[in-house]
């Protein structure tokens, strides 16, 4: 049974929430795992322009400080995006993340892509999986001594939430690799739910559909990258079938077993601005679940399934499938655990500080 370490986001004038953060980072192991000399990417998500619900870069920063603490040398990375939007390549993507605050002025170390300027550096990593032999990960990802992955939890369009499996499985996978995730969960337009806006035309990134009285995709030039179903504000745009939803949470979890690699790693998750889709979108909806805390567990499967229980829990229902009805989010920690990559059994342990202390 995996151990998962929990705070929530009270706070005092004698212990911030940045205080929190760091105790809990010890706590949950973070000196032990990490030592000096290590070059650690520290994978997050930096948020397209104009996304509000991404991770503050002040919790970035005391993760640095706490790695730099121990001599080790950490950097900030996410991969190149398929679809197209203000992360699509390595110039877009550094300034965005300058824009949204991650600079080394804030948060005290540097952003390195990786996967390169146009989401070529990449590296064959064998993983032998049910749907993936060979995983292209991002080169900086790949070549780094340790991981440090920062997720924030939210909702996704087409695998129900995105967590530490997604933010390892897709987040540092190349453009290729993610292009080798979307292969098969081309989707599918409702043309009664149709508008004829010309959204999806505009933002696809091979020409693969044309607009008269409803979208039409050319199935031979799609490339399955999902970019139609993030920008349509209409439900008009969907998975094609319900098992390539499966195949593509599986080919996710098989990536996050292939960017992890078995080397030393810490995985941390905070749910707050819990949004009902994923911070790839160049806005954020408003939140479907209340701001519940922050967990760390070196197992990314066991800290998935904690986020959604608790978020189930506060909620009372499921906000993700009621966002998107043919999600379903199972099959990704399913598929996870069934590969060895963690398990979903946990005990959530609360971190106690003075501040709990006394309100228990």
């Not at 795992?33 to 994978?43: P, T, Y």
């Not at 996978?173 to 004829?196: E, V």
């Not at 229980?309 to 990704?332: I, K, N, S, T, Y």
Request: hydrophobic share 45%; proline share 5%.
């Amino acid at each position: 049974m995996a151990l998962v370490w929990f705070t929530d986001f009270s706070a005092s004038p004698e212990m911030s929430l940045l205080e929190k953060f760091r105790a809990l980072l010890r706590e949950a192991g973070l000196p032990q795992i990490f030592r000096a000399g290590q070059l650690v990417a520290v994978k997050l998500h930096f948020g397209e322009l104009g996304n509000l619900a991404y991770l503050r870069p002040n919790y970035v920063r005391v993760a640095v400080e706490e790695l730099q603490r121990l001599g080790a040398k950490p950097f900030l990375t996410d991969a190149n995006t398929l679809y197209t939007g203000t992360r699509s390549n390595a110039v877009d993507h550094l300034l965005t993340a300058a824009a949204n605050g991650f600079v080394l002025e804030v948060v005290g170390a540097p952003v390195i892509i990786a996967d390169g300027l146009r989401g070529t550096d990449e590296v064959e990593v064998p993983v032998d999986g049910v749907y993936v032999k060979r995983a292209k990960i991002g080169a900086a990802v790949a070549l780094a001594d340790a991981l440090l992955v920062l997720t924030h939890f939210k909702g996704h369009e087409q695998v129900g939430f995105g967590g530490a499996i997604k933010n390892l499985g897709m987040g540092c996978a190349s453009r290729a690799g993610k292009l080798q995730q979307h292969s098969t969960s081309k989707p599918k337009p409702d043309k009664d739910a149709c508008t004829s806006c010309g959204v999806c035309a505009r933002f696809c990134p091979v020409d693969a559909i044309t607009v008269v009285e409803y979208a039409v995709i050319d199935y031979a030039r799609c490339q399955g990258c999902g970019q139609c179903v993030a920008v349509c504000q209409f439900g008009a745009m969907g998975p094609g079938d319900e098992a390539a939803v499966e195949v593509l949470a599986g080919k996710i979890a098989e990536y996050a077993k292939a960017a992890w690699n078995g080397r030393p790693a810490l995985f941390v998750s905070f749910i707050n601005h819990v949004s009902p889709d994923c911070d790839c979108w160049g806005m954020n909806r408003p939140p479907v679940a209340p701001d519940i805390g922050i967990l760390a567990s070196t197992d990314p499967v066991a800290l998935d399934q904690a986020c959604m229980d608790l978020v189930l829990q506060a909620v009372g229902h499921d906000p993700f499938l009621r966002a998107h009805p043919e999600a379903r989010w199972e099959e990704q920690l399913a598929h996870a655990e069934r590969i060895g990559l963690g398990s979903r059994s946990y005990e959530l342990r609360r971190l106690l500080t003075g501040l709990d202390r006394r309100r228990s």
